[in-house]
Nanobody, 119 residues
Framework: QVQLVESGGGLVQAGGSLRLLCAAS????????MGWFRQAPGNERDFVAG????????YYADSVKGRFTISRDNAKNTVYLQMNSLKPEDTAVYYC????????????WGQGTQVTVSS
């Protein structure tokens, strides 16, 4: 089993940057693909970015390509989401998740961290 804890959210002005972290427990972190998702009020939870087990492959939603970067450090059991050029529409609760495949179902989820971008 994997437990995930996100951090790094907060309030930032449009055009600013934030880096989210997701710390995972357990010794099998490197066995999981990791993803970041977000959910704004009244909306469904959407895929933002994903990364393969080794970190060699990354995937992004069109809305964040060129602005967000996902990375991982398997030695630290941590996955990151660097968010630049933030827009008010990026405001949401951000969740990290672990699964066997980036494009598959995610089995484990964190509790989420709030990101608010002011205009």
């Amino acid at each position: 089993q994997v437990q995930l804890v996100e951090s790094g959210g907060g309030l930032v002005q449009a055009g600013g940057s934030l880096r989210l972290l997701c710390a995972a427990s357990g010794r099998t972190f490197s066995s999981y693909a990791m993803g970041w998702f977000r959910q704004a009020p009244g909306n469904e939870r959407d895929f933002v970015a994903g990364i393969s087990q080794s970190g060699g492959r990354t995937y992004y939603a069109d809305s964040v390509k060129g602005r967000f970067t996902i990375s991982r450090d398997n030695a630290k059991n941590t996955v990151y989401l660097q968010m630049n050029s933030l827009k008010p529409e990026d405001t949401a609760v951000y969740y990290c998740a672990a699964g066997l495949r980036v494009a598959g179902l995610y089995d484990y989820w964190g509790q989420g961290t709030q990101v608010t971008v002011s205009s």
